[in-house]
T-cell receptor, first 113, second 112 residues
Framework: GQNIDQPTEMTATEGAIVQINCTYQ??????LFWYQQHAGEAPTFLSY????GLEEKGRFSSFLSRSKGYSYLLLKELQMKDSASYLC??????????????FGQGTTLQVKP | DADVTQTPRNRITKTGKRIMLECSQT?????MYWYRQDPGLGLQLIYY???????NKGEISDGYSVSRQAQAKFSLSLESAIPNQTALYFC???????????FGEGSRLTVL
């Protein structure tokens, strides 16, 4: 089966850097996704990692270590609009043909002035 | 207009009633999904479909059924709604060779 863990809540200051961690256990890993979800809205895609290393996209970066079953999402130069939930999701190799993702419970980030 | 459209956006109903949530998409994707979201539990997969003739159960399919009427339409039904089915429901689509999901705006269902 699969298990995905991420912190429930985090708080950070506007302009700062925050790192949101995600650990996972799967029977056959085939990709990790990060989504952003503002309250009451649909999740939107942020990043995708399938190989080890860092993927950078503007203020957001995502890192993956497959051997450790670990990923993090790094948000730089935090803005108030970054206050949202951040969802870690894993695609399992056994399900790779379906594109089916299994989601963690999400991390609610509050950015304070 | 949204690429993935869900109706209704909000619905309040009573225990035992039959409810249908509809999803339509203009993205031309073959894969469609229904998720439910509860506070603190993340997104849980209810059903998914590869194409019109393919329906698969997800993690929490009990109490739900689906219909894929066309490539662009995927409906979720609650035959006899119960209060613990109160949740936010999301439809999503994906292209067959990637995992990225494109979500609808959500349907908030309250069962009294």
């Amino acid at each position: 089966g699969q298990n995905i863990d991420q912190p429930t809540e985090m708080t950070a200051t506007e302009g700062a850097i925050v790192q949101i961690n995600c650990t996972y256990q799967t029977s056959g890993f085939n990709g990790l996704f990060w989504y952003q979800q503002h309250a009451g809205e649909a999740p939107t895609f942020l990043s995708y990692n399938v190989l080890d290393g860092l993927e950078e996209k503007g203020r957001f970066s995502s890192f993956l270590s497959r051997s450790k079953g670990y990923s993090y999402l790094l948000l730089k130069e935090l803005q108030m609009k970054d206050s949202a939930s951040y969802l870690c999701a894993v695609r399992d190799y056994g399900s790779s043909n379906t594109g089916k993702l299994i989601f963690g419970q999400g991390t609610t980030l509050q950015v304070k002035p | 207009d949204a690429d993935v459209t869900q109706t209704p956006r909000n619905r309040i109903t009573k225990t035992g009633k039959r409810i249908m949530l509809e999803c339509s998409q203009t993205k031309g994707h073959d894969r469609m999904y229904w998720y439910r979201q509860d506070p603190g539990l993340g997104l849980q997969l209810i059903y998914y479909s590869f194409d019109v003739k393919d329906i698969n159960k997800g993690e929490i399919s009990d109490g739900y059924s689906v219909s894929r009427q066309a490539q662009a339409k995927f409906s979720l039904s609650l035959e006899s709604a119960i209060p613990n089915q109160t949740a936010l429901y999301f439809c999503a689509t994906s292209v067959s060779n990637t995992g990225e999901l494109f979500f609808g705006e959500g349907s908030r269902l309250t069962v009294l």
